[in-house]
Every structure is written in C-alpha cells, then in structure tokens.
C-alpha cells in the first residue's frame, strides 16, 4: 500500500467512525441526557457526544496508520480520552483550571479530577516514548511532548471549532512523516461542522485525545532535536496558559 493510499485510508476510517459513533451518542446518551448535556459559552445547549466519538474514531484510525506507532497511538489516544471524560464529568463544577491549580489541590492532599488527567495521559505519553525511542532522553522528550501537545489542544478548546482547527492545522505538516497523522486529523474534521454549529463539544475528551495522538504523530516523526523544538514550545505555551486562554477566548472584536 502507498504512503498516499494509507493516509487516506487512515483519515477515512476515523471519520467515519468518529461521525458514526457520534450519532449513535447522540442518540442513546447513555447514563441520560445529564451526564452529556451542557451549555456553552454563549449559553446555547450543546452535547459532549463528540469526545467520546474522537477518541473511538482516532484510536481504530490509528489502527490502520503506519505500523511502527500503532500501539503507541493506542494507547495515548485511549488513555487521553479516558482521562479527559472522566474530567467532564467529574470535574465539570470544579472552577480550578491549569496544572498549577491541580497541583496545589493535590499539595493540601486533594487529589482532583484535573490531576488524574495530568498525571494519567503523563503516563501514557512516558510508555509511548519507550515504545518509539530507544534512548531514555528522548523517551521523556516524548513523554513532554505527548502531554503538552494534549495539554495544548485542551488549552485553545475556548470556542467553537478552534480545538478541531488547531488539530488540522498542526497534523498537516505530520503527514509528511506518516500517515499517523491522518488519524486525528480525519476525526477533527469530522466534528468540525457540528462544533461550529453550536450543536455539539470536544469536551476535555476530544480534546486531549486529539492532541494525545498528535503528540505520538510528532514523536513518531522526530528525531531528539525535532523533540527539544516541540517540547520546548510546548512548554512555553503551558506557562503562558493563561495569556494564551485569553487570546483564544477573544473574538474579531475582542473578549465576548
């Protein structure tokens, strides 16, 4: 199978999957329609149908993606989407945001929902780094950059549409790599129309399993000075958070 035909085999499956399971969501809502009902920023009734759908979408993508990365993506994506659904749930009334809130939360011994999506999709960007990289330095390069990659779709998910764009945008540039990127890419653009439409939310789910298998898509493709680069910027941004938050929550005439 050609690069090309493998990409575009790979963007297929994880969008259509990702559309299927969506309306399947949608309509069951399993649990009832509390636990997937929200109001978004501009107050309008919205679901968190679509981060679920992400995450089965890209990880049976990521299935039929380069073979080297498979079960890295797997598992990042699984483990990202997990962690992020848990925090739409369990964290939604919670007003803390950053890992810096979470993590003085945990210094007075509370241990937030917040922080068991640090620490969780940590985790699983460490293992994937042992299963791509050889060397321990890069194995916790890959380790940073998975997280933050996770961690910054999650950051600019302030608006309608703009985790899903920032998704396309940063995958673009890795399917000159590999077709791994063609995963997350393909559910981003599936759940676009619906984000922008006010009809429907990534959640934390979306999100981060989007990022999560970027993360991998960047890994896969770099050597140790492509990770410093990635891992440098991704940390920049993650200590700016705040900054960064602002300027995503702003519209062409500024805050709304």
Request: charged share 20%; proline share 4%.
């Amino acid at each position: 199978m050609t690069d090309l035909a493998r990409t575009l085999r790979t963007a297929a499956l994880a969008g259509g999957l990702t559309c299927a399971a969506r309306t399947v969501l949608r309509r069951t809502k399993p649990g009832g329609a509390p636990l997937w009902d929200r109001k978004n920023h501009a107050g309008r009734d919205v679901d968190l149908c679509a981060g679920p759908a992400v995450t089965v979408g890209v990880a049976t993508g990521a299935l039929a993606a380069d073979p080297g990365a498979r079960g890295a993506a797997l598992l990042v994506t699984l483990t990202a989407g997990a962690c992020g659904a848990y925090d739409d749930v369990a964290g939604a009334d919670d007003p803390r945001r950053g890992p810096r809130a979470h993590l003085g939360a945990l210094r007075q011994g509370e241990l937030t929902s917040g922080a068991v999506k640090l620490f969780g999709i940590s985790a699983a960007g460490l293992v994937a780094g042992t299963l791509l990289k050889e060397r321990w330095a890069d194995r916790v390069l890959a380790g940073v950059v998975v997280a933050g990659t996770a961690h910054f779709l999650n950051l600019v998910d302030v608006r309608p549409g703009r985790a899903a764009q920032a998704a396309l945008a940063l995958g673009s540039a890795g399917l000159l790599r590999g077709s791994l990127a063609a995963a997350p890419m393909g559910a981003a653009a599936a759940v676009l129309p619906d984000d922008l439409a006010e009809r429907g939310m990534l959640g934390d789910a979306g999100a981060h399993a989007l990022g999560g298998a970027l993360g991998v898509a960047i890994v896969a493709g770099n050597g140790r000075a492509g990770l410093v680069a990635h891992a440098a910027g991704l940390v920049a941004a993650a200590a700016c958070g705040e900054r960064v938050s602002a300027w995503a929550a702003k519209g062409p005439d500024g805050p709304r």
